[in-house]
């Protein structure tokens, strides 16, 4: 069973940057490909990035495309998602996740979860 915890989030302002992280126990990284995803406010759950396992292919939402960069070091079982010139509509609560599958856009490809951590832009 893989545990995921995401930390990094908080309020900034529009046009800022925040790096969000994933730290993972209980399992090994490396099996698995691993998502970001983001729920607003009454909205559903949306995809926003993913990267393979190996680290050598990502996939990006086309919204965040350009802004946010995807990145994961599977020796310490960690994965980040740097995002840049941030929009209020940037502002939900953001989700890791890992997938045993290949890396994909589909929540439903995700076996484990975070908890999520809050990303709020003030305009």
């Known amino acids: 069973q893989v545990q995921l915890v995401e930390s990094g989030g908080g309020l900034v302002q529009a046009g800022g940057s925040l790096r969000i992280s994933c730290a993972a126990s209980?399992?090994?990284?490396?099996?698995?490909?691993m998502g970001w995803f983001r729920q607003a406010p009454g909205k559903k759950r949306a995809f926003v990035s993913a990267?393979?396992?190996?680290?050598?292919?990502?996939y990006y939402a086309n919204s965040v495309k350009g802004r946010f960069t995807i990145s994961r070091d599977n020796a310490k079982n960690a994965v980040s998602l740097q995002i840049n010139s941030l929009k209020p509509e940037d502002t939900a609560v953001y989700y890791c996740?890992?997938?045993?599958?290949?890396?994909?856009?589909?929540?439903?490809?995700?076996?484990?979860w975070g908890q999520g951590t809050q990303v709020t832009v003030s305009s």
């Open positions: 996740a890992a997938s045993s599958y290949y890396y994909s856009d589909s929540v439903e490809k995700y076996d484990y």
């Open positions: 209980g399992g090994t990284l490396s099996s698995y490909a």
């Open positions: 990267i393979s396992r190996s680290g050598g292919s990502t």
